[in-house]
C-alpha cells in the first residue's frame, strides 16, 4: 500500500498506514470535533484500530467494519492548555460555571448579563440554557495583574443586584458547580493538505497529511464583563468583541513514521501557562491483561517503579514526576513507551509518545519552567500528560512553542528503536528495559550522521552511525538515549548567559579585564566581533567608564558581511544612542524599543565623540573575541595586537561605513540586559 491512505467526508477524515506485515493502522481525525476544534475522535471510528492489510475501504471507511481491533481512545487527546486556576481550549472551556435546574425559571435572553449575589459573592447569568436551566458564571479576582475564576457555588440561593428584567429570586437547590463554560473560544481556522496538496472529499494516497488550526482564548475577566456591559446580548454571539487572553496555533502532521503535533500559545494578555502539547490516553486494554510503562530517567513515582515495567492499572493517585523523581534533575520525564500485555504479558499493541528537544521543549529551557512538575499521569483516567511549561508566566506578545511525538508500535519488540522527523531534524530514541550484550538498531536513512546527545542519555552509541546502525549494549537494565543526527559537525548550544531570563544582564565576554584609555581614537568607530548561538531582544547596554573623559561614546551593532568576513557596510542594525564619559562609573543606553541581537557573527561598535579634549578609560576584556580577522594584503598588522577594524571620521549618529584598517584596542567589557 501507499505510504498513507487518506479517506475524508467534510470534517470527518480517518488516515490508514502500514502497521507491519499484515496489519494496517487506521487513526480518525476531526476537524469538527467539541467546541469546533480539531480531534482525533468521530463517530465512524471511535478508536484507533487495526485492520488486516487486506481490508478493504469498504469496510473501513466511513463506518468501522467488524474486521477491526480496537486498540487505543484518543477521543479527548487534543490538548488544551491551563491557565492554572482551568482548562480551556482544545475541547474544554473555562470549568467556572454554576448550572442552576429552576424548573419553568422565566428567565430570557434579555436577562443574560445581569448580576446575582448569594450575599457575599456576585455571580454573572451567562446564558438561558432552556426554560428549566440556568448558567451564572463565577466572581474573579485580579493578582498581580492575571485574573483567575474562582471555583466557588452559591453559599445561598441568588437575588438580583442589576441588569435582570426578570428579577425573581433564583434557588439553589438544583446546583451543579464547576461547569465548563462554552464558548471558550472563536475565530477557529483549520486546513488540510496532503504533500502540499489541498483534501477534498473522496479517498486520497500520499506520504504526509498536515491539519493546521488556529484558534484565540478570550479572557475569563473579559467574557464576565462583556456580558455584564451588553445586558441581553448571548455572549456566544459577540465572542470576537470579548478582549483575547492568547491564540493558539496546532499542526498534526500523519506520516508513515505516526503522528507529530506541534503547539504555539502566543499571549495575548498577561497570565500564567501550564501547557503540554499533547497528551495520551492509556491504550485500549487486553481482556484479563494489563498496560505496562517504562520513562526514561524516571526512578519512582506514585508507589510504582517506572525504570522498569510499572503496571499503570495499579497506580494509586494521580502521580506528578518532579525534579525529584528523576535520575538526572536538569533532564525532564521526556517520553515513554506503553504496551498493552496479555495475562501471558505477551506484547498486543505498544505507542510510544514525548515531547521533542526543539524549541521550548529543549531539556535545558524546560528544566527551568516545569520545576513543579515535568509529566503527571493521572490515576482515574491512567492517561499521561507531558509538561512543556508549569506555571510560567508570559507577557503580552511572548510565547511558547513544542513538538510531540506518538508512535503505535508492533509486537513482538524488545526495545523502543524509532527516528523521529520534525522536518528540520532528525532524532533518534532508544528505550529498553532487558539487559543486552551487544545489538544495535536499524538506521540506513541515516548513515554517517553525527549521533549529539539531547535529551536523557545513558547508554553509550559510536560518534557516528555505522554502516550496520547504531551499536549498542545494555550490561544492567534500563538503557535510553536520544540523539539529534546531524549531518556535519553538532550545532553549537545556547550560550550561558544569552538565554537568561527576562530583565537579566550577561557579558558576550567574560574572563580578566584591564583598563583601556582612548588616547587617539576620537571620532574612530572601533568594531569587534561578538558571536551569539541564538537571536537574544536586549533593551538595555553598559560599558564602564574607570577614568573620566570629555564628550560621550557613541555605540551600536552593525551585521556581519560573510562574504568579506568584515562588518556590513550598510548602516548598523541598531544605535544605541550615547553615554557621557565626563564621570566614573556603569553607563547604560536605555532603549525604547528592544533590539534583537542577532544569531551568529556580528559587530560591536562605539566611537568617541562631541569633545576630544580628554582621551576616557574604559573597562576592557583583556582577550579578543576568537574569529578570524581579514588582514588585507600587507603583513603589516602582524607586529600588534589586532582586535578588529576602524572606521575614521565617525560624528554623529552611526551610518553607513567603510573600513580604514585594523585597531588595537580591546573590546570595551559590555554587558546587555534581556527584554
Known amino acids: 500500500m501507499p505510504e498513507l491512505i487518506v479517506y475524508r467526508f467534510n470534517a470527518l477524515m480517518s488516515v490508514r498506514s502500514r502497521f507491519d506485515s499484515t496489519r494496517d493502522l487506521v487513526m480518525p481525525a476531526n476537524l469538527a470535533y467539541a467546541e469546533a476544534m480539531v480531534g482525533m475522535w468521530h463517530s465512524g471510528l471511535p478508536q484507533v484500530t487495526l485492520v488486516p492489510s487486506t481490508a478493504t475501504d469498504d469496510q473501513v471507511w466511513p463506518i468501522m467494519s467488524a474486521v477491526g481491533t480496537k486498540i487505543h481512545d484518543t477521543s479527548d487527546d487534543n490538548c488544551p492548555i491551563n491557565t492554572g486556576w482551568s482548562y480551556v481550549g482544545g475541547n474544554h472551556g473555562y470549568d467556572v460555571g454554576n448550572q442552576i435546574v429552576v424548573t419553568n425559571h422565566g428567565k430570557t435572553t434579555a436577562d443574560v448579563g445581569s448580576q446575582w449575589t448569594?450575599?457575599?459573592?456576585?455571580?454573572?447569568?451567562?446564558?438561558?440554557?432552556?426554560?428549566?436551566?440556568?448558567?451564572?458564571?463565577?466572581?474573579?479576582?485580579?493578582?498581580?495583574?492575571?485574573?483567575?475564576g474562582a471555583r466557588v457555588k452559591p453559599a445561598a440561593p441568588l437575588t438580583h443586584v442589576s441588569g435582570a428584567t426578570n428579577k425573581t429570586t433564583v434557588p439553589i437547590t438544583g446546583l451543579t458547580p464547576d461547569v465548563q463554560i462554552r464558548p471558550a473560544t472563536h475565530s477557529h481556522t483549520a486546513t488540510v493538505e496532503l504533500d502540499g496538496r489541498p483534501v477534498a472529499n473522496g479517498r486520497w494516497t500520499g506520504q504526509d497529511l498536515t491539519i493546521r488550526e488556529s484558534y484565540v482564548i478570550p479572557s475569563y475577566q473579559g467574557m464576565i464583563d462583556t456580558a455584564r456591559t451588553n445586558?441581553?446580548?448571548?455572549?456566544?454571539?459577540?465572542?470576537?468583541?470579548?478582549?483575547?487572553?492568547?491564540?493558539?496555533?496546532?499542526?498534526?502532521?500523519?506520516?508513515?513514521?505516526?503522528?507529530?503535533v506541534g503547539q504555539t500559545v502566543a499571549a495575548l494578555a498577561r497570565f500564567t501557562l501550564n501547557a503540554g502539547v499533547t497528551q495520551c490516553a492509556p491504550l485500549t486494554a487486553v481482556a484479563g491483561g494489563t498496560r505496562r510503562q517504562f520513562m526514561p530517567n524516571v526512578g519512582s513515582a506514585g508507589g510504582l517503579n517506572w525504570s522498569v515495567w510499572a503496571n499503570i492499572d495499579t497506580l494509586p493517585a494521580l502521580t506528578d514526576f518532579t525534579p525529584a523523581t528523576l535520575k538526572d534533575r536538569l533532564m525532564p520525564a521526556s517520553s515513554m513507551t506503553q504496551w498493552a500485555v496479555n495475562s501471558g504479558q505477551i506484547q498486543q499493541w505498544g505507542i510510544a509518545v514525548g515531547l521533542l528537544p526543539v524549541a521550548d521543549g529543549v531539556p535545558e529551557i524546560r528544566a527551568r519552567h516545569t520545576t513543579t512538575k515535568g509529566w503527571f499521569i493521572s490515576s482515574s483516567l491512567k492517561k499521561n500528560y507531558p509538561q512543556l511549561v508549569w506555571g510560567r508566566?508570559?507577557?503580552?506578545?511572548?510565547?511558547?512553542?513544542?513538538?510531540?511525538?506518538?508512535?503505535?508500535?508492533?509486537?513482538?519488540?524488545?526495545?523502543?528503536?524509532?527516528?523521529?522527523?520534525?522536518s528540520t531534524h532528525d532524532f533518534v530514541m532508544i528505550e529498553r528495559v532487558d539487559t543486552v550484550a551487544q545489538t544495535q538498531m536499524a538506521a540506513p536513512q541515516l548513515f554517517h550522521r553525527l549521533l549529539v546527545p539531547v535529551g536523557p542519555t545513558n547508554l553509550s552509541v559510536p560518534d557516528r552511525v555505522t554502516v550496520d546502525g547504531i551499536p549498542y549494549s545494555m550490561p544492567v537494565p534500563s538503557g535510553y538515549g536520544m540523539w539529534r543526527a546531524e549531518p556535519d559537525q553538532a550545532q553549537a548550544g545556547p550560550l550561558p548567559g544569552a538565554t537568561c531570563?527576562?530583565?537579566?544582564?550577561?557579558?558576550?565576554?567574560?574572563?580578566?579585564?584591564?583598563?583601556?584609555?582612548?588616547?587617539?581614537?576620537?571620532?574612530?568607530?572601533?568594531?569587534?566581533?561578538?558571536?551569539?548561538?541564538?537571536?537574544?531582544?536586549?533593551?538595555?547596554?553598559?560599558?564602564?567608564?574607570?577614568?573620566?573623559?570629555?564628550?560621550?561614546?557613541?555605540?551600536?551593532?552593525?551585521?556581519?558581511?560573510?562574504?568579506?568576513?568584515?562588518?556590513?557596510?550598510?548602516?548598523?542594525?541598531?544605535?544605541?544612542?550615547?553615554?557621557?564619559?565626563?564621570?566614573?562609573?556603569?553607563?547604560?543606553?536605555?532603549?525604547s524599543v528592544p533590539v534583537l541581537l542577532p544569531a551568529g557573527w556580528h559587530w560591536y561598535g562605539h566611537v568617541w565623540q562631541t569633545n576630544g579634549a580628554t582621551p576616557p578609560t574604559l573597562r576592557a576584556s583583556d582577550t579578543g573575541a576568537a574569529t578570524t580577522l581579514n588582514l588585507g594584503t600587507s603583513s603589516a598588522a602582524m607586529t600588534g595586537d589586532c582586535f578588529g577594524y576602524e572606521v575614521t571620521g565617525t560624528t554623529g549618529v552611526l551610518g553607513a561605513i567603510t573600513i580604514s584598517g585594523i585597531h588595537q584596542l580591546r573590546p570595551p567589557r559590555v554587558a546587555y540586559r534581556r527584554a
Request: include cysteine; charge should be neutral; glycine fraction near 10%.
Open 118 to 148: 448569594d450575599g457575599i459573592r456576585i455571580f454573572t447569568l451567562l446564558a438561558i440554557t432552556n426554560a428549566n436551566s440556568l448558567l451564572f458564571g463565577n466572581p474573579y479576582t485580579v493578582v498581580d495583574g492575571i485574573a483567575q
Open 231 to 260: 445586558i441581553g446580548t448571548p455572549i456566544a454571539t459577540i465572542m470576537s468583541r470579548v478582549p483575547s487572553l492568547c491564540r493558539v496555533s496546532n499542526v498534526y502532521r500523519w506520516s508513515q513514521g505516526g503522528l507529530l
Open 393 to 422: 508566566t508570559l507577557a503580552a506578545g511572548e510565547s511558547v512553542t513544542g513538538t510531540a511525538y506518538r508512535r503505535y508500535l508492533a509486537p513482538p519488540s524488545a526495545a523502543t528503536e524509532i527516528v523521529v522527523s520534525d
Open 501 to 591: 531570563s527576562r530583565g537579566s544582564y550577561f557579558l558576550t565576554l567574560s574572563g580578566p579585564t584591564q583598563n583601556t584609555t582612548y588616547t587617539g581614537t576620537y571620532q574612530r568607530l572601533l568594531l569587534h566581533p561578538v558571536y551569539l548561538a541564538e537571536p537574544t531582544p536586549v533593551d538595555r547596554v553598559c560599558v564602564e567608564v574607570t577614568v573620566a573623559g570629555t564628550g560621550v561614546m557613541r555605540h551600536g551593532v552593525y551585521a556581519h558581511d560573510p562574504a568579506t568576513g568584515r562588518p556590513a557596510a550598510l548602516g548598523p542594525i541598531a544605535d544605541f544612542g550615547s553615554v557621557a564619559l565626563t564621570s566614573v562609573g556603569v553607563r547604560e543606553s536605555v532603549l
